[in-house]
């Protein structure tokens, strides 16, 4: 079983998407605070974190950093509501796995299986 | 004309920037409305699975007519967004297409809207001018144009390459004789350093663009 954080601070939004995947097998869990997620990654392992690129008091870049201390194999998916090209284009120049707001489940779905089947985003 | 240069531009560019993040806060409104209507039909879909169809036929009815019409606001909202950052620098390079496409898109937003087909040239045609009043250019004439038609009929909205760079052509536009452009179309073609031609008799406005009109 995959299991997934997420991480957005639109706690209706984040809870819907857990529990969506939730109901299509996969282990899922979610936060709406960067200290909740960092708090959760060090007393469970995760395959996947599907991260908001904009958090409050951290971006989503300052949070994975962050993670990769206490869980140096995660891979990380990020999330926009922003849809700026210029961010998009950047994040995906640099390796990352990015997706815009609104997002299908199922692109969710095949995106975390292609970022688990390519080990992207496991690097530091 | 640049931005932090002009305090009238710059009060432009604080209320695209606005505008932006407004459109990027309804955005995420909208995702979390999209998901709690698919988590509602994933549920529907296991009941139907568990007990029978029911009600719940009706059920993913509604379902399918909140998600129909989440996905016309992302519409609206990302056109927003791009109207939006059309004012981040005075000048910049713009490819045609895109601002004869959103306007055209943008038009359906109009007060007595006509129908728009839009026919975009082939890859892209970048010109140096201004996005911001491009785009109120292609607006004011829109609306000029509409003026002409009745409910039913249409006009054609196509862009092309030209020698001197790019051009953006109204057509069909009925109801033209004895009509001139409006004022604020000829100053705005004055300000863009471009040309714009009425030819009355063959219902159409044409746009034309410099590669560099900056320069």
């Known amino acids: ?124 | 004309m640049s931005a932090g240069s002009n305090p009238g531009w710059d009060s432009l560019a604080f209320c695209g920037r606005m505008n932006a993040h407004i459109s990027h806060k309804i955005r995420n409104i909208l995702a979390t409305v999209s998901e709690t209507a698919g988590l509602l039909d994933d549920l529907v879909e296991m009941a139907e699975e568990q007990d029978g169809a029911g009600n719940c036929g009706r059920l993913r009815e509604l379902s399918g007519r909140i998600v129909e019409q989440i996905d016309r606001g992302q519409k609206v909202v990302q056109r927003m967004n791009q109207f939006a950052h059309s004012v981040d620098t005075a000048w910049a390079e713009v490819d045609i297409n895109d601002a004869a496409g959103l306007m055209a898109s943008l038009s359906s937003n109009m007060p007595y809207p006509r129908a728009v087909d839009y026919r975009p040239a082939d890859g892209t045609i970048t010109v140096n001018t201004s996005p911001f009043l491009l785009e109120q250019l292609l607006y004011v004439l829109l609306r000029f144009a509409f003026d002409g038609l009745t409910p039913e009929q249409g006009l054609t909205l196509a862009t092309r390459s030209t020698d001197r760079g790019g051009a953006v052509e109204f057509s069909g536009v009925a109801g033209l004789s004895g009509r001139r452009l409006p004022d604020e179309a000829l100053k705005l073609a004055g300000a863009l350093d471009l040309d714009l031609e009425l030819r009355a008799d063959q219902g159409i406005i044409l746009v034309e663009l410099d590669h560099n009109l900056a320069d």
């Open chain 1, 1 to 124: 079983m995959t299991r997934v954080l997420l991480v957005d601070d639109e706690k209706e939004f984040v809870s819907a998407l857990a529990e969506r995947l939730a109901l299509r097998g996969y282990a899922a869990d979610w936060s709406v605070t960067a200290e909740d997620a960092l708090a959760k990654v060090k007393a469970k392992e995760y395959d996947v974190c599907l991260l908001d690129m904009r958090m409050p008091r951290l971006s989503g870049l300052e949070l994975k950093q962050e993670i990769k201390k206490t869980a140096p194999c995660m891979r990380f998916i990020f999330l926009t509501g922003h849809g700026s090209e210029q961010w998009f284009e950047e994040a995906s120049s640099e390796g990352e796995f990015c997706l815009i707001k609104p997002v299908r489940v199922e692109q969710i779905m095949e995106t975390i299986a292609e970022v688990i089947k390519e080990g992207k985003g496991g690097a530091a």
